[in-house]
């Protein structure tokens, strides 16, 4: 009871102060304000003064006085938003005083589309949230959105407080001037336009959404009139608003070097926003596995505005981050904290790795941590509305790619969500990851220069992730592909080489600790079989050391296509029929034309012939570049893993995340430790003679001592040949074992297994091929 009193008393007391505001500033009189403290206390017999001190240093007089609870807050700003979609110019919203009965509830974080809204260009987003004890003068207030595409004008309390332009950012805008206490309102103004339209709008984009604006892969297609629909455009990531104590950490970089004593260091860059000036202390820590393994400090002094402090973490046996083949993906967690003896300021906190990783030249040759990588990759795009992939859709979509031998992802053409970089860095997978530039855009000033500054938020955003290893700037850009000469009436052979020049240069100048690509040509994309050539010129010898686009199309099952174009429309026999399939990003020419793959007699047939055909591809394709490791080829890349969205496209996965053949064609030429069989299709239609290869590709950094190879050969189910090889296989190698001649070769099924044993004769790896010769 008597406790009771003395918080009524308290409040009375409270008020009391107020009158003495200027005085207790003027003097600082922090003894005096603790004295009342005691002296209530004993009055009221209360033996906390937890509660007292709280209430008092509530009050705006107590400012200077910090204490331990004052720390940094995040209000979620992700519920109660309203939603109007508008392309009015006179439509305005953006304070209080504005019609809102049009607008609508909407999930945020969200794309549009994914809400039922087929809309492009300009909508309209608000919400409104809380603050109670509200302290301006002491208080840093920053409103952060992770990504809005792609234009954002915002507004709070009808103050405009800032703009952004790019999908796939997150930025932060400084409303500690613009707040008041109780109910806040919060306006979005996000514009997601269509580029304008004309025969060459894909030629002179003016949007950096790459793959998400204009794709082979997206609604409608590359070249159709319909190829921009279902837009991207939204608030699709979370927003929240920060609190911090007058001083915030913006942002840090994590740069980490392993010395050839194999100790590691680091270079670390914080990033402090401060609004006044301030003596404090930096502090940076190292966990592992959750427990406190290193902790460094450094006195600093904070001047007004925005400042970087630079520190190092010392030389010293830290464990690495590999790739999953090479050994583990160790993580710390790096936790860096602005302080003082009683207030936390500011505290940032996220898993970096200890890495190195270097590109040998002219080989191109991958090395992390001073050992070859041979790059067994894949092309994603995991959907075109990002909001609905979730943390567990990308992890699904990784163990998959785990699960198929693959040790790296391209990125292609467009920037993820953080939650996917993190995964890769749990699972030890490499990301090679391009900028959104696909195809050609506008060669104006002003484009270069936005380029070049979004460039350099992609950089800073996802730099501590480990798993990066490649910035690439564009795609298939103008000036490297000829073929659009035959497309495009307006076409310029030095198109965008200036645009790719600068951004190639503001991505190697931010970043020495990774490889930087100037652009995915077309001479690293051959597409023999599908869009020139046949399948079998996979079998020739190529120059390129880095293959960064193979593959082919191929339908999804009967279950999945009936879903994308409809039961009525699953055997086409007209023209509108094949435009719903060719909306849905199949290509008629390129099947039937390029790779012949025959329509057979009804639906079922088609789907098998078509999921054969990228079955065959893809193995022979990727085997042939595992046998041409180091001469040339360090890394390829198959295009691509998985359909991102209702589409019939190149994906060895369908959009329903369910494995086409191919998928496991991949799975076995991918295994790290590969016994590879080389041999010519064209020949297996004969009899009489028929000669192959067997080769050993050995991706792992280590050698396997004692082992052995198992030849068989298979007619009509009975085995008909054998022969065993004692081998020891180096790291990191290839090597061709023997050369086999099958003679006297009648009508028949036939097969060939080729194994790896331990020397235990425990089956390590496994290969085989089959053919048929028919009577003739």
């Not at 409040?11 to 003495?20: M, N």
């Not at 163990?399 to 990125?411: C, F, G, S, Y």
């Not at 969500?417 to 959104?436: N, S, T």
Request: glycine share 4%.
């Amino acid at each position: 009871m008597t406790c009771f009193i003395g918080r009524n008393l308290s409040v009375i007391i409270s008020k009391w102060l107020r009158i003495y505001l200027n005085f207790l500033q003027e003097f600082n009189s922090y003894i005096l304000i603790f004295c009342l403290v005691f002296i209530i206390s004993n009055i009221t017999g209360c033996k906390s003064l937890t509660y007292l001190t709280d209430k008092i240093c509530n009050l705006s007089i107590c400012q200077n006085l910090e204490n331990k609870h004052d720390k940094p807050l995040r209000v979620e700003l992700d519920k109660n938003w309203l939603f109007y979609p508008s392309n009015s110019a006179s439509s305005n919203y953006y304070d209080e005083h504005s019609d809102f009965t049009k607008f609508k509830p909407i999930k945020v974080p969200s794309n549009w589309f994914s809400q039922g809204y087929e809309h492009s260009g300009v909508a309209w987003y608000k919400t409104t949230f809380n603050i109670n004890n509200l302290h301006s003068s002491k208080k840093l207030y920053q409103l952060i959105f992770d990504g809005i595409d792609y234009f954002a004008d915002v507004w709070v309390n009808g103050n405009y407080v800032g703009f952004h332009e790019g999908y796939f950012q997150s930025f932060r805008l400084n409303v500690s001037n613009y707040l008041h206490e109780g109910e806040n309102l919060l306006v979005v103004k996000v514009n997601s336009p269509q580029e304008k339209a004309g025969q060459s709008w894909s030629l002179h984009k003016q949007y950096i959404k790459g793959v998400l604006g204009h794709h082979d892969t997206r609604p409608g297609g590359a070249w159709s009139e319909r190829g921009q629909e279902k837009n991207t455009g939204g608030i699709w990531q979370s927003v929240w608003l920060e609190t911090n104590v007058n001083y915030s950490i913006k942002k840090f970089k994590f740069t980490p070097n392993i010395l050839s004593n194999g100790l590691t260091k680091a270079d670390l860059e914080v990033s402090v926003l401060s609004k006044n000036n301030l003596s404090t202390t930096l502090e940076y820590s190292l966990y592992f596995k959750g427990e406190l393994v290193e902790k460094y400090h450094k006195d600093v002094k904070l001047y007004k505005g925005n400042q970087l402090i630079k520190v190092k973490l010392p030389e010293k046996q830290r464990k690495l981050w590999s790739p999953w083949e090479h050994g583990k993906p160790h993580l710390y967690q790096l936790k860096i904290v602005l302080k003082n003896e009683n207030t936390i300021y500011s505290e940032q906190k996220t898993k970096v790795g200890f890495r190195e990783f270097s590109i040998e030249e002219p080989a191109g040759v991958w090395n992390i941590n001073g050992k070859p990588l041979f790059v067994r990759g894949t092309n994603y795009i995991a959907w075109q509305w990002l909001s609905d992939v979730s943390e567990k859709q990308f992890l699904a979509d990784l163990i998959l790619m785990k699960e198929a031998n693959i040790n790296a992802i391209r990125v292609h053409a467009h920037v993820l969500p953080d939650r996917f970089y993190k995964l890769a860095d749990e699972l030890g997978m490499v990301i090679w990851q391009d900028f959104p530039l696909q195809w050609g855009y506008i060669d104006s000033p002003e484009f270069i220069s936005n380029a070049q500054f979004q460039a350099k938020e992609m950089v800073e955003q996802f730099y501590n992730h480990p798993s990066i290893l490649v910035w690439s700037a564009h795609n298939e850009p103008p000036w490297d592909a000829s073929w659009m000469k035959y497309k495009y009436a307006d076409y310029d052979k030095n198109q965008n080489l200036e645009l790719d020049n600068k951004v190639f240069q503001t991505l190697k100048s931010l970043d020495q600790s990774r490889y930087s690509h100037k652009s995915s040509l077309t001479s690293e994309h051959p597409w023999f079989g599908w869009y020139s050539g046949e399948w079998t010129d996979y079998l020739k010898p190529t120059n390129q050391r880095w293959i960064t686009e193979f593959g082919a199309q191929a339908l999804p099952d009967k279950a999945t296509l009936k879903k994308i174009v409809g039961k009525e429309n699953l055997w086409p026999v007209n023209k509108e029929q094949w435009g719903i399939w060719e909306y849905h990003n199949f290509q008629p020419s390129q099947t039937f034309k390029i790779a012949k793959v025959e329509k057979g007699i009804d639906i079922e047939s088609l789907i098998n012939n078509s999921q054969q055909y990228q079955f065959a591809l893809t193995a022979l394709a990727a085997e042939s570049y595992r046998r041409q490791k180091m001469a040339p080829v360090n890394a390829i890349f198959q295009f691509m893993f998985v359909e991102n969205w209702a589409s019939i496209n190149w994906g060895i996965v369908d959009y329903l995340r369910q494995p086409k053949p191919a998928y496991y064609a991949l799975q076995k030429a991918y295994q790290p430790l590969l016994p590879s069989i080389e041999y010519i299709p064209k020949q297996e239609s004969l009899c009489c003679t028929i000669n192959f290869s067997l080769w050993v590709v050995n991706d792992y950094p280590k050698s396997f001592e004692s082992y052995k190879l198992k030849y068989q050969l298979f007619k009509n189910g009975l085995q008909v040949s054998e022969q065993i090889f004692e081998s020891s296989i180096k790291p990191s190698s290839v090597k061709k074992v023997t050369d086999i001649k099958i003679n006297d070769v009648g009508p028949g099924e036939y097969q060939i297994n080729w194994i790896i044993l331990d020397n235990k004769e425990k089956v390590v790896a496994s290969n085989e091929h089959k053919w048929k010769v028919d009577d003739s």
